[in-house]
């Protein structure tokens, strides 16, 4: 099944009956212009985001790229795609490597976001190219994230760093430092700081990820969110980019989606690109975030 299911299928409803008109007027483009917007709006799409997608599919629909195509209603399909790709984030964006490693990476976002997981795939994914990963838990909020970080990294074949009874439990911002620290004796090439969210934003939590950024200047600060929230996922985005600035965004739960209102509307909202895209919950589930194949796949 194509990529956002719900989304993919009413534009490619909408391409249908324009594909039926030869030339296109000023009134089929309008139409056109009009089936996208609420197909887009239907699928939680950012307001603004929708607004200025919008404005450009229907600028270069009514412009002479178009008049003078062959095909004009492939050549809609065409500007749609090229808009989608923009709004996706355009190029492709790799992680940032440290010039002399190791490579730090934290993770940030709400609770059940998908970090802890996110935290092995990530690794397993470095370690299948070679690095030697380390995971630092420092989610000590959720009784269960330093085990369930322990089990991932079994899992991933990758060593962990966890506070231990009476050295520094409680304090991840120590356990932090004393991780990335850890990596450079043991060395290991990149270290994956997994830290603790809350079920909704909340200004504790912002200054203790917050703190940990500043104690240890990650190269990357990825902010990991359940593509499932839609529309709630542009508001949690503005807060951890005030709260933490975050490098880029890793969007998890794309196989539950059928809308694609967050990955439509992050880059737009945040200006960050979306660097990983999470698909599952095994750790092979996981692939680097391509806007190109992803634009392709919602129009398939
Ligand atoms: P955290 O609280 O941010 O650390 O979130 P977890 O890593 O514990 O994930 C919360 C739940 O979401 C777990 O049950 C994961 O198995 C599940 N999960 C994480 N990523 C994905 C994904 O990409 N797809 C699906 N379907 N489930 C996921």
Do not use: Y
């Amino acid at each position: 099944m194509a990529t956002f299911g719900t989304l993919s299928s009413r534009l490619t409803d909408t391409f249908k009956n324009l594909r039926a008109k030869g030339k296109l007027s000023a009134a089929d483009v309008d139409g056109t212009v009009r089936e996208i917007r609420r197909a887009l709006l239907e699928a939680d799409v950012s307001l603004d985001v929708v607004k200025d997608f919008t404005g450009k599919v229907r600028e270069r629909a009514l412009g002479d790229e178009v008049n003078r195509a062959l095909n004009p209603a492939q050549q809609v399909v065409q500007i749609v795609n090229e808009e989608l790709i923009e709004v996706l984030g355009g190029d492709q964006r790799r992680l940032q490597f440290a010039k002399n490693p190791p490579t730090v990476i934290m993770l940030a976002g709400l609770q059940g976001a998908g970090k802890t997981t996110l935290a092995g795939k990530l690794a397993k994914w470095l370690k299948g190219q070679g690095h030697t990963p380390l995971l630092v838990a420092c989610d000590l909020q959720r009784p269960n994230a330093v085990t369930q970080l322990g089990v991932v990294a079994e899992q991933a074949g990758v060593a962990i760093f966890a506070p231990e009874p009476g050295n520094g439990v409680g304090d991840p911002v120590k356990v932090a430092k004393r991780g990335v620290a850890e990596a450079k004796t043991k060395q290991h090439d990149f270290v994956i700081i997994d830290t603790a969210g809350r079920l909704g934003v909340d200004a504790e939590m912002m200054k203790q990820a917050s703190d940990i950024r500043k104690a240890t200047d990650p190269d990357e600060v990825l902010f990991v969110i359940d593509s499932l929230i839609g529309q709630d996922a542009v508001a949690t985005a503005q807060a951890f980019q005030e709260g933490v600035d975050f490098t880029g965004v890793v969007l998890t739960k794309l196989d539950g989606d059928q809308r694609g209102g967050a990955a439509l509307s992050i880059r737009g909202v945040t200006g960050r690109p979306i660097l990983f895209a999470s698909t599952g919950e095994g750790l092979d589930d996981f692939e680097p975030f391509h806007p190109d194949r992803m634009a392709s796949r919602i129009l398939d």
